[in-house]
């Protein structure tokens, strides 16, 4: 048995380094837990970090121990630990390979004993059992195990109550066979507390695949090294993918409507006054967003008075290039977990698909511009990147029009509302985590702004407020 | 290097009934190749002279264009007697000697059949015009009217108002699929039926290796239908192959139907028979794929239509191409609705332009020489057998002033010499002017310079044949895309038993790295198959690869413990091997 005493010191000294604990840098105590067995081998214990402030996080904590010492494993060696009186070495389970077979096996058998539940959906046989594993390195909030190049299953580090929306979506959307998501083919929920958590999910493994933003950021590369093409000219084009993209999401838009229904439009003016609020949030941390305040907050009011005839449904909540995949024969948009700063129980709630729209706009508008920042302004390639932007942004609008049978340009006001919360969001986090990009959201909200301002005007000319106008909120 | 046949089996023609499977062809027009008698066109004797370079090439087999008589008018695709050879190129017996002198060295020999029409100029067509009772009465098919089978498209849409046509002979209309200088045969009649498998048999048994058939999806049409891939034609095909096998085992039938690849699987049979109609078929979607992925630096041109390539029976096989003598067919294969390609091709001024037309592949590739050998090796890694097109091997350039038939036809360049060493002829009477430009001109591009610069495109073809034909996975194994983390680079693996073969290639013109998950076969060192580097072993991580722009590897992947050859044996041929050479030193000294 291992003693709660003994590990939770290893625990603590551990977790501060791994990548997916959000806690790095703030005070606060760790305790652990033990939790559930997997199986002899594997025993998943709680993190328990309170915050000095108040807060607190729950982690998943899969352990394993060893006789000896792994000279491969160091990566995942948690320290050294007295079991039953013998001196035995602590790892992190996902990356031992011949224990994490367990979890696809029980998925596989469906165990479902002492609050732990194995679930399978489908043909069992589709959970490459024996396959084995590897931790895969890209993955920043969670820990994901490729098995084979058949499944990929991914780890929920930190844990909260309620249903995990991405397993909730995938069960959904398995039913009605939709074509752009992967399939889900087996989930692991546990109570606890009286409360239920999601720990683990596992889903087809896109073999064929690079991400969107990989693809988005080749095409500008080849357009950026061209002397003086157009977009549409260069071989590197983007638009017909774009394009294709925008049927996918609008395919995927009308699955989830199917699946969970849709509602009308509600709460606009909370809605619009939670984006005042971010944005009063960012101008604390970002000054050079007060130029375009007046203008974001046009946008905002249109969208809280115009209103929306977009009925509400649930959505992506985090829909950017990198979220969707490019497989042989098509796109496929996975994590839908939802907006990643809200609560698990706010993500499921029903929201405007115009948020996912936007989402992927501001993703053109990060990929059409990223080489600026990598080789520096100057006046040609912005041009260009303009050129690239408002390119891909409407074949990518073009094609979601053509699949979902209206334009979304169409819903200007709140799509643009939506661009520029989103942009202020990304304004904040570059101000804090790399201030070279900054660039690219302020440019946007620059723009946004001055479109809000002038639509006001063409709107209500006697309205219309002069320039210069403080905060008319 | 890595497993070296220890002896050469090409000298005596094998009975490999699969033999197709491995073969790399070469499609070769005889006007074009060579002019034995001075009179400024190519002929059966010119070719036969020039056999020795395709076989130093590495060619196991020749595919050559109609060579019948003909009227001409679609460039010798309007057969006027199917058991004879177009005077201009020689005699039945000069014929029998190229076929003879092709096996003497281990190569083969398949020939265009054009089943589906004949000439106008054909007797059996004057006989059926002027009587309609006679016994070729019914060898066509003739109409009161022009109504008749409305859903049948037209092909030649800027030559032909209809398929139907009026004789003023035979006062009614005879229906053609192509020109209306070509009757389309009727096959309905068991005396087409029977004369085409006369005239097959012609050639089978002067010692013909196959047919490439022309235009077979057209064969039979029925009232309510588009008049292809009809059962009937099916049908047709397969008692076809049951007659040549019953007598003939190891012939081929190479089918042209330029049709989607899901549709073009119909013709190769039953796949429980291991295939019992045509044992290969063109693969035609795959030429454009390939430029249009290196125009995108996107894999997923090619790696969509591979995907959506059906399993094809076991004895069976693609035949693929870069280019040939008349491909001007894209429109056919783009313009699907469930292919996502037909918008690209649409929206993109440069593809339409260049794909569109009879170009030759090194000007259609601005004469990139990096672009130039990846695509080669992607035609020789891709799950199919290469077909090359003559004049490609060196670079030959096209002379668009020619027109679009034509100008991809010119004399071969042999030398620097008069007419290029094609002919001996004076200038003026050539059949077609040879290219004089400074780029792609015959004083500059041709064989006899490169054969002499051992790091000329043709020496590097030849290098790259010979490495196809070392690692059977190339002709004969399976196909797997494996992904890997950037979209420029195309990376897949075949594999045919203990050769597996991992192929990367970069279609963006910059260097690019990619990630590849190679984890099945940790612990190997893959062999750079060129020059036998061994590459860092494979771990359990992605396996990083940097590859220059438009570069490409080919890596062996052995497997861990593989057998090495019986050492006796393999010592037995290094004696065999060395007596060899100090007997030829002793024939120099």
Not at chain 1, 298 to 324: E, N, P, T, W
């Amino acid at each position: 048995m291992i003693v709660r005493e003994d590990l939770r010191p290893l625990v603590e000294s551990w977790i501060a380094s791994q990548r997916w604990f959000a806690g790095k840098g703030r005070a606060g105590a760790v305790d652990v837990e033990h939790f559930v067995d997997l199986s002899p081998d594997v025993a998943v214990w709680l993190a328990r970090i309170d915050y000095e402030d108040g807060a607190g996080e729950l982690y998943q904590v899969p352990l394993t121990v060893r006789d000896e010492r792994q000279d491969n494993l160091e990566h995942a060696l948690l320290g050294k630990i007295e079991i039953d009186g013998a001196w035995r070495w602590l790892y992190d389970a996902l990356y031992v390979k011949d224990v994490t077979g367990v979890w696809l096996s029980a998925m596989r058998e469906r165990r479902n004993d002492g609050g732990v539940h194995f679930a399978c959906y489908g043909d069992p046989a589709a959970l490459p059992v024996g396959q084995s594993s590897l931790v895969l390195t890209a993955e920043q909030s969670n820990t994901s195990l490729m098995y084979g190049d058949i499944a990929i299953m991914k780890v929920f580090r930190r844990l909260q109550p309620g249903v995990n929306p991405d397993i909730e979506i995938g069960i959904a959307l398995n039913e009605s066979g939709a074509r752009h998501v992967p399939r889900l083919l087996g989930s692991l929920i546990a109570d606890h507390d009286g409360e239920s958590y999601a720990l683990a999910m596992v889903q087809e493994f896109m073999t064929t695949a690079t991400d969107g933003w990989e693809l988005a950021k080749n095409s500008v590369r080849d357009l950026m090294a061209e002397a003086d093409l157009h977009a549409d000219e260069a071989g590197g084009d983007f638009a017909g993918e774009a394009h294709r993209l925008g049927i996918a999401v609008a395919e995927v838009h009308a699955d989830l409507a199917i699946a969970f229904g849709v509602s009308p439009a509600v709460e606009l003016s909370a809605r619009a006054a939670a984006m005042h609020d971010r944005l009063d949030h960012a101008l604390s941390v970002v000054p050079q967003l007060e130029p375009m305040a007046s203008g974001l907050r046009k946008a905002y009011d249109d969208f809280a008075d115009a209103g929306s005839d977009v009925q509400l449904q649930r959505i992506h909540g985090d829909l950017h290039l990198g979220q969707a995949l490019r497989t042989s024969s098509r796109w496929v948009v996975i994590d839908f977990e939802g907006e990643p700063m809200a609560e698990l129980a706010a993500r499921g709630r029903p929201d405007s698909p115009l948020r996912d729209i936007a989402g992927m706009l501001r993703s053109f508008e990060y990929a059409g511009n990223h080489r600026i920042i990598e080789i520096g302004f100057q006046p040609q390639l912005a041009y260009r990147a303009a050129e690239w932007t408002q390119r891909n942004r409407d074949a990518f609008l073009d094609g979601y029009a053509e699949a979902a049978g209206h334009d979304p340009r169409e819903h200007a006001v709140p799509l643009r509302a939506f661009e520029a919360d989103k942009a202020v969001y990304e304004a904040l986090y570059e101000a804090r985590n790399r201030p070279d990009w900054l660039a690219i959201p302020l440019a946007s909200l620059s723009r946004l702004a001055l479109d809000a301002t002038e639509a006001r005007s063409a709107l209500d000319v006697t309205d219309a407020p002069s320039a210069g106008t403080e905060d008319n909120r | 290097m890595q497993s070296p046949p220890l002896t050469d089996p090409g000298v005596e023609k094998s009975r490999d009934p699969l033999w197709f499977k491995r073969a790399v062809f070469y499609e070769v027009l005889v006007r074009g190749f060579a002019d034995s008698n001075g009179d400024g066109t190519g002929d059966l004797r010119g070719l036969t002279d020039k056999l020795d370079y395709l076989k130093w090439l590495g060619v196991d087999c020749l595919w050559l264009p109609p060579f019948y008589p003909s009227p001409l008018r679609d460039g010798g695709y309007d057969i006027s007697d199917y058991t004879g050879v177009l005077p201009e190129f020689g005699t039945i017996d000069d014929f029998r000697r190229l076929l003879d002198a092709t096996h003497e060295r281990g190569m083969r020999v398949i020939i265009d059949f054009v089943m589906n029409h004949t000439s106008d100029a054909h007797p059996w067509f004057q006989e059926s015009r002027k009587d309609p009772d006679g016994p070729y009465g019914d060898f066509y098919v003739w109409s009161d009217d022009n109504t008749r089978y409305p859903d049948a498209r037209i092909i030649f849409v800027d030559t032909e108002p209809s398929n139907w046509t009026f004789d003023s002979v035979r006062k009614q209309y005879f229906w053609h699929r192509f020109f209306n200088h070509q009757p389309d045969l009727n096959f309905d009649s068991p005396g087409v039926q029977q004369a085409t498998i006369d005239a097959l048999r012609f050639w089978l048994d002067l010692g013909i290796d196959g047919f490439r058939l022309d235009a077979v999806p057209y064969l039979f049409v029925r009232d309510g239908t588009n008049g292809e891939n009809l059962p009937e034609t099916h049908d047709f095909l397969k008692r076809l192959r049951k007659e040549i096998d019953r007598d003939f085992p190891d012939r081929v039938m190479l089918c042209e139907a330029n049709q989607w690849p899901a549709d073009v699987v119909e013709y190769f049979g039953d796949p429980a028979t291991g295939g019992d109609e045509c044992h290969m078929a063109f693969h035609f979607p795959v030429m454009p794929r390939i430029f249009m992925a290196v125009r995108r630096s996107s894999r997923y041109p090619i790696s969509d239509i591979m995907a959506q390539t059906p399993e094809i029976p076991k004895n069976c096989q693609w035949g693929i191409f870069l280019r040939n003598h008349d491909e001007l067919t894209l429109e056919m294969v783009t313009h699907e609705e469930r292919d996502y390609m037909w918008g690209e091709y649409a929206t993109d001024p440069r593809m339409k332009a260049n794909i569109g037309i009879r170009r030759r592949l090194a000007p259609l590739l601005d004469n990139d020489i990096n672009q130039i050998e990846l695509f080669t090796a992607l035609l020789l890694s891709l799950p199919g057998s290469p077909v090359l097109y003559y004049g490609d091997e060196i670079g030959m350039g096209d002379n668009i002033w020619l027109g679009d038939r034509d100008g991809v036809r010119t004399p071969m360049q042999w030398t620097p010499d008069r007419n290029s060493g094609f002919s001996s002829c004076d200038p003026g009477r050539l059949y077609l002017p040879v290219n004089m430009d400074s780029i792609y001109g015959y004083q500059v591009t041709n064989v006899e310079s490169q054969t002499r610069n051992t790091s000329s495109l043709l020496h590097w073809t030849r290098r790259m044949i010979e490495m196809r034909k070392q690692n059977p996975a190339f002709g004969m194994g399976t196909f797997t895309d494996i992904g890997g983390s950037n979209p420029c680079v195309l990376s897949f693996v075949r594999e045919f038993g203990d050769d597996i073969v991992l192929c990367v290639n970069n279609l963006s013109r910059f260097p690019q790295p990619v990630e590849l998950n190679l984890r099945q076969w940790e612990g190997a060192h893959p062999i750079e198959l060129l020059g036998g580097a061994q590459f860092p072993a494979i771990g359990e991580l992605p396996y990083l690869l940097t590859v220059a722009g438009h570069g490409f590897y080919w890596l062996r992947i052995p497997r861990r413990h593989q057998p090495t050859a019986e050492p006796a044996a393999l010592a037995e041929a290094l004696n065999t091997a060395h007596d060899q050479h100090t007997e030829a030193s002793e024939v120099t000294e």
